[in-house]
T-cell receptor, first 110, second 118 residues
Framework: RKEVEQDPGPFNVPEGATVAFNCTYS??????FFWYRQDCRKEPKLLMS?????NEDGRFTAQLNRASQYISLLIRDSKLSDSATYLC???????????WGAGTKLIIKP | EAQVTQNPRYLITVTGKKLTVTCSQN?????MSWYQQDPGLGLRQIYY???????DKGDVPEGYKVSRKEKRNFPLILESPSPNQTSLYFC?????????????????FGAGSRLTVL
């Protein structure tokens, strides 16, 4: 089983819709969680950290479910510019290593 | 402008011809790392460095070397490239304190280097 798993997609979603996807992690000792966005053939960029209480940044909401060991990302009122691959990242606080999911591809259609 | 610069961005080479991909950052970051990315796979760490003269293997170090003689530079060396090293490579850097703090992940990535080995 992979340490961090994501549905590869693609998720084809009409503009304006709400879309959500999850990321599961296998190590219960994982402490820090992040969502990165990666546009085609470009470098990943931090989208948001995921806090235990959940957090929101504009149209984006991230949630953490420790009991079921997954994090989620919800995008409301999706825009064409949201089309990208969303990478889930997990870190144990015992070291500096980041474990990356393979990403979920999102395509927003007009 | 704060950035991580990788060169070359694109390279086609032949099996066995040594090559170096340079990585330089201007943010005085202690931590630097090289990642490999292939379709359908997550970023896989090749090597990382916590500071000058300190380097460690990541998940996929075979066939690669690195050095950290200066804080700003972290070159990736392929002594004898093979076709299975055809991939997209990213260099990234961060403050160590940023990595150590739960809510302060601040990895900055270079634009990537697409390498093809024939």
């Amino acid at each position: 089983r992979k340490e961090v798993e994501q549905d590869p997609g693609p998720f084809n979603v009409p503009e304006g819709a709400t879309v959500a996807f999850n990321c599961t992690y296998s190590n219960s000792a994982s402490q820090s969680f992040f969502w990165y966005r990666q546009d085609c053939r470009k470098e990943p960029k931090l989208l948001m950290s995921v806090y235990s209480s959940g957090n929101e940044d504009g149209r984006f909401t991230a949630q953490l479910n420790r009991a079921s060991q997954y994090i989620s990302l919800l995008i409301r009122d999706s825009k064409l510019s949201d089309s990208a691959t969303y990478l889930c990242v997990v870190k144990m606080d015992s070291n500096y290593q980041l474990i990356w999911g393979a990403g979920t591809k999102l395509i927003i259609k007009p | 402008e704060a950035q991580v610069t990788q060169n070359p961005r694109y390279l086609i080479t032949v099996t066995g011809k040594k090559l170096t991909v340079t990585c330089s950052q201007n943010m005085n970051h202690e931590y630097m790392s090289w990642y490999q990315q292939d379709p359908g796979l997550g970023l896989r760490q090749i090597y990382y460095s916590m500071n000058v003269e300190v380097t460690d293997k990541g998940d996929v170090p075979e066939g690669y070397k690195v050095s950290r003689k200066e804080k700003r530079n972290f070159p990736l060396i392929l002594e004898s490239p093979s076709p299975n090293q055809t991939s997209l490579y990213f260099c990234a850097s961060s403050y160590v304190t940023g990595l150590a703090t739960s809510g302060a992940n601040v990895l900055t990535f270079g634009a990537g280097s697409r390498l093809t080995v024939l």
